[in-house]
């Protein structure tokens, strides 16, 4: 997902995005006016993003007269902009690692998966495998991952993430990039193996379950 320009030379995409960002919800003709385009271009553009999911798009109703369309960014448009926290989470993070040892460092994550899970408990714990599997990928999904797993040929599963949302942060503070590989661990109750990471340059990271068929009944 292409994040929007803030500088230089701006795309009709960015400046309509800019518009929709600067006022909580905008007509087409405003958004025309913002872009230096003509209603009818707009209307090709507004299409296009909310087919990708960054705006949303609402009828208003008129005491007279037919109703009108307003558009807004939604929750994944809002994403595209440069967001504050990352700053602010870099820095304590920075300050938690000048002051506390690397172990400890390790420990808040781990029980911070712990607390994520406490909040879950009684969910997942009596589910066949395949259903944990399905839990976990949802879940991982409300933390900010896409993510999907499949069964391969030798009867082991493997899960495959394909965006992160803390991969910014993970290029200075590669402890998080333990929050999700733990998540794992914990809902499915076996050892994840991790093969790639996008940390590394990698298209997607991917993790394999050493698990037979035979081995699933017994944390089923």
Known sequence: MKS???KGKQSTRDLILHALKSSAQSKIESL??????SPVTVRHHLNALQAEGLIVVESVR????RPYYVY???EKGHELFPQKYFSLTNRLLEELKDRLPPDTVNEIFVSLVERIMEERAGEF????FEERLNYVVNLLATEGFLARWEKMEDGRYQIIEYSCPYI???QQHAEVCTLDKQLMVTVLGTAVEQHSC???????CQFTLPLQPADIAVIS
Not at 32 to 37: L, Q, T
Not at 125 to 128: N, Q, T, V
Not at 198 to 204: A, P, Q, T
């Open 168 to 170: 910014s942060m993970g």
């Open 4 to 6: 929007v320009t803030s």
């Open 32 to 37: 025309a006016e913002a872009a230096g385009i």
């Open 72 to 74: 807004s960014l939604s």
């Open 62 to 65: 008129r005491k007279v007269g």
């Open 125 to 128: 714990e009596g589910l066949p």
């Open 198 to 204: 996008m940390l590394n340059g990698d298209d997607c």
